[in-house]
Every structure is written in structure tokens, then in C-alpha cells.
T-cell receptor, first 117, second 108 residues
Framework: GAGVSQTPSNKVTEKGKYVELRCDPI?????LYWYRQSLGQGPEFLIY????????DSGLPNDRFFAVRPEGSVSTLKIQRTERGDSAVYLC???????????????FGEGSRLTVL | GQSLEQPSEVTAVEGAIVQINCTYQ??????LSWYQQHDGGAPTFLSY????GLEETGRFSSFLSRSDSYGYLLLQELQMKDSASYFC?????????FGKGTTLSVSS
């Protein structure tokens, strides 16, 4: 597609449930990032993929969060035993090169808004 | 660790000039980026500075001083559509680390 696509756009779930959020990056982009954004805050880094491997998962808050990118394209962020504090917009971004620093430019999707009741 | 400081809110009128400052503390600094985000929308890239100095892109300019760990975004000839949140972000290692954002409100 032309841009980064994220599904679902909205997800409402109950505390304790399992959630999967999907990201389809720009075609050909090898680097993929997941961020989380709470109201009134900046995007918070979660995990970075270069190809199929998680090159940096230092931002994942705990072991309830996990992400995969099995074929180096689409990625899924998985959240187990959701808590009310997980409620946020989950943003996916991609870039053509592995190091965001070469141009500083990431292409973001519109995000998946997660609400945990 | 990394930290970025920017004002939480700025207000201005149409046609005016606004400067949004950003100071940062980080290890492994590569560059400073600026992003714009309208309510409910995706962050979109505005500019990037890897070296000291001023970068100009249309009505927007961005400045970096690496020695002062400081940068700013300058918006000229403000328009109502510029009302949005603006984030500075540092490239440290493999990811962009964002500040908390500055909400710009432009009135007529």
C-alpha cells in the first residue's frame, strides 16, 4: 500500500483478555517500529525490527507484551492479560533504512486505539 | 537514559512567527527530528538536523546546536491549519525518542 496500515483502528477489550494489533508497513521498508502514545504524551518507543528480527526490544514494558515480524513485512503486537493501564494508541512506523538517524524520518500509521475496560 | 524538554503549550495568531525550543539529554546522539501531529492523526515528519545550523523547508525551519544539546523549530506565516502538536525527537541508537510535545494553537 501507499502508507503504513494498522488494524484494527479501534479495539475495546476487557481486563485480562488477549489482544493482537497488526501493522502493514510501506512496501520495501526493512525497518519497523512500534510506539505507544497516551493522551497528551509523545510516542513512547516499544520495539524495533530490522527485517524479521527484533533488533531492539528495550521499550517493551513487561513480558505481557510481545511482537513478531515472521516474514519481514507485516508485524503483530501481542498483549497478554491486558490491564487498564495498557489503554493507549499503539502506533506503527516504518523506514527504508535500518537506522532512523540517517534521515530522522519515520512513516507512521494512524494507530490502533486500545481501550481496556 | 534520554530526556527531552519542550514547552507544553504555545499560542499565536495567524501570520505570526513561533519558535518551539527543545533541549535534550541523550547518549549516542545522531540527530534531532521534528514531527507534527494533528488530533487523532499520525505523526508526520517535518525536518531533521544532524549537524549544527539551520535547515529551511518552506515556512518551517529547524535549528540545532549539538554543543548546547538544543534545537528549535521555527514556524513562519502561521496558518490555522498549523494548530497541532509538535514533537522533537532524538535519534539515539536504533530508535527515535520523542519529547512530550508542544501544543500550538493558532487563532485568527
Amino acid at each position: 500500500g501507499a502508507g503504513v496500515s494498522q488494524t484494527p483502528s479501534n479495539k475495546v477489550t476487557e481486563k485480562g483478555k488477549y489482544v493482537e494489533l497488526r501493522c502493514d508497513p510501506i512496501s520495501g521498508h526493512t525497518a519497523l517500529y512500534w510506539y505507544r502514545q497516551s493522551l497528551g504524551q509523545g510516542p513512547e518507543f516499544l520495539i524495533y525490527f530490522q527485517g524479521t528480527g527484533a533488533a531492539d526490544d528495550s521499550g517493551l514494558p513487561n513480558d505481557r507484551f510481545f511482537a513478531v515480524r515472521p516474514e519481514g513485512s507485516v508485524s503483530t503486537l501481542k498483549i497478554q492479560r491486558t490491564e487498564r493501564g495498557d489503554s493507549a494508541v499503539y502506533l506503527c512506523a516504518s523506514s527504508s533504512d535500518g537506522l532512523a538517524g540517517s534521515t530522522g524520518e519515520l512513516f507512521f500509521g494512524e494507530g490502533s486505539r486500545l481501550t481496556v475496560l | 537514559g534520554q530526556s527531552l524538554e519542550q514547552p507544553s503549550e504555545v499560542t499565536a495568531v495567524e501570520g505570526a512567527i513561533v519558535q518551539i525550543n527543545c533541549t535534550y539529554q541523550t547518549s549516542g546522539f545522531y540527530g534531532l527530528s521534528w514531527y507534527q501531529q494533528h488530533d487523532g492523526g499520525a505523526p508526520t515528519f517535518l525536518s531533521y538536523n544532524a549537524l549544527d545550523g539551520l535547515e529551511e523547508t518552506g515556512r518551517f525551519s529547524s535549528f540545532l546546536s549539538r554543543s548546547d544539546s538544543y534545537g528549535y523549530l521555527l514556524l513562519q506565516e502561521l496558518q490555522m491549519k498549523d494548530s497541532a502538536s509538535y514533537f522533537c525527537a532524538v535519534t539515539s541508537g536504533t530508535a527515535l525518542i520523542f519529547g512530550k510535545g508542544t501544543t500550538l494553537s493558532v487563532s485568527s
